[in-house]
């Protein structure tokens, strides 16, 4: 891991990594979403409708997985003081933040039909929305913090206690009577009809691979930030 | 010790303090934080009548009557331990169907009956196409 501490040998294995993720994740979600509206049958209560999922799904997966990253990266901040560890939590809260909202506003849309109401406020579609303000709360702290030590700190601790969120979105259609269904896949199987269900998994890897490409985009973009202010900074005191 | 473990102590020790407060303040949560009674808890808990509720559970098959004016409907909302009746006048969902799941919005009435003034059809995360539904439950007419 420490490797990795030398920037430009980040640097060097990201750059690939960055087109490779990138082009191999557009071409998953062009043959998923493909797939997703012309190919597979549509539900046999929702109708089309159900087509909402092959979006919904990975962004509501790559919401709660871009706060995992952030809490794993700020924790590595906090004990290993591992000074890529920042960069990567501050470049995953933006696309996560993203892909929240587009969970959410692909929730409404399939929600309108299916159940008759663009928004309720039960627990799963609750906890998603508090996600989706932690994202914007940790986004405008670490703005704040800039590259201040004592700030950037404070940044990782916000971003470790606000994991406690993850578990109960999962867990809230379990815990609590919600209107949102529960889990349609499991670790023993799935609820959803073979016909239904192929173009899920390859939209889940290519979203997954386009944020991933995205992350390391704007990691590299930091770091670049940061490598010209200190040669400004060495040009203004030289 | 190295700053390095003391660093690694605390921060386990946080997080397993934080994890623990949530997980208290779940359970405390467990009956406020609920969307919906189900039929159970509205007869168990006796829900003072004109009291703003909403009633969640499955709507048994045949148990939808339509009255002559169009618009109002009478059906059963149970959830194995209880059943109760529900009036509404107004446009259901399209989801809104027999052997389905549903929220309905408002109030019990004296007697008993459950006066909804909104209808939510509750999916389940069950997903096939139509043919396969059909084989499955042997309807007569999906579409």
Known sequence: MHRFANPARFIALARPLTAWFGWSGALLILIALGGGLTVTPSDYLQGETVRIMYIHVPAAWLGMAGWGGIAAASFLQLVWRHPLAAVAARALAVPGAVFAAICLASGSIWGRPTWGTWWVWDGRLTSMLVLFFLYLAYIALAQAAGREESGQRLTALFGLIGAVNLPIIHFSVLWWSTLHQGSSIGLTGTSIDKSLLWPLPLAFFGFTLLFASIVLMRMRTFLADAKVEARLRRMAAA | ?143
Do not use: C, W
């Open chain 2, 1 to 143: 010790m190295k700053a390095k473990n003391q660093r690694l102590t605390l921060a386990l020790l946080a997080v397993a303090a934080v994890i623990g407060a949530a997980l208290l303040a779940m359970s405390a949560l467990k009956d406020q934080a609920a969307y919906f009674y189900t039929p159970g808890d509205a007869v168990r808990d006796h829900l003072p009548p004109d009291k703003a509720i909403r009633l969640g559970g499955m709507v048994p098959k045949g148990s939808i009557q339509h009255f002559p004016d169009g618009v109002t409907i009478r059906f059963l909302v149970t959830d194995g331990q209880a059943t109760v009746p529900v009036r509404y006048s107004g446009i259901v969902p399209a989801l809104f169907r027999e052997g389905s799941g549903v929220v309905a919005d408002g109030r019990f009435d004296a007697s008993g009956l459950f006066m909804a003034d909104q209808i939510l059809a509750k999916h389940d995360e069950r997903y096939m196409p139509p043919q396969v539904a059909g084989a499955m439950h042997k309807t007569k007419s999906l579409k």
